[in-house]
């Protein structure tokens, strides 16, 4: 699937902001300071944890949107292959083992413990079925799990504008977490399908 190239740019800006706040986040202030009161000292018990998603994440962030450019891809190759695969062992690998150790704490309660342990499940299997498609020469599932795979990687993004609304309107933060933790995902994969077969017809 090719994205259109205000898409493509738009998808390339957030990400790289996305990464760029969470170093910033997590480097320059102490852990748990930026996020929510009540989920501080679950960050501080698990800081090797954290710090590891944390990391796989900007990674896969800052890698993922250029493995999409046609241009690159055609111009580059033996770095397009490189990079998918720091993309997939360091980026979801990393990111999806520890993200799925986060889950089981995360705040919230068990509705929150599924809503980010699927996600994390669901981005480690995409991120294998990408690998697998490629090594047997399936290029267009390549593709296709690439596709869902980034639209996962995009709950960092996704996460990051939902959150500030709760404060901005007031909301319950206890009542409206869980639902995030669904909504920061389960859209993007929609998204990522209805793009994707919506390619297929043009």
């Known amino acids: 699937m090719k994205l259109r190239k205000p898409l493509y740019f738009l998808m390339c800006l957030s990400s790289v902001a996305i990464a760029a706040y969470a170093v910033v986040a997590y480097a320059a202030f102490p852990l748990g300071s930026l996020v929510h009161p009540d989920m501080r000292t679950n960050f501080e018990q698990h800081r090797a944890i954290v710090y590891t998603h944390i990391f796989a994440s900007c990674l896969a962030l800052l890698i993922g949107p250029f493995q999409f450019s046609t241009q690159l891809r055609a111009i580059f190759p033996i770095w397009h292959r490189r990079l998918g695969k720091i993309y997939l062992c360091l980026g979801v690998l990393l990111g999806g083992v520890s993200g799925l150790v986060m889950a089981n704490t995360a705040y919230g ?9 699927i996600l994390a499940l669901l981005w480690l299997y995409t991120g294998l079925s990408a ?18 795979n980034f639209a996962l990687s995009l ?3 996704s996460l990051r504008i939902y959150l500030p609304l709760i404060l901005i309107f007031g909301l319950s933060f206890s009542f409206w977490y869980p639902i995030i933790s669904w909504l920061c995902w389960v859209p993007n994969l929609i998204i990522a399908e209805w ?3 919506r390619s297929l017809s043009d």
């Open 131 to 148: 690998y697998r498609s490629i090594r047997i020469g399936d290029i267009n599932a390549h593709q296709r799990w690439m596709i869902r």
């Open 109 to 117: 309660g068990i509705a929150s413990n599924l809503g980010f342990g």
């Open 155 to 157: 709950a960092a993004l």
């Open 195 to 197: 793009l994707f077969n």
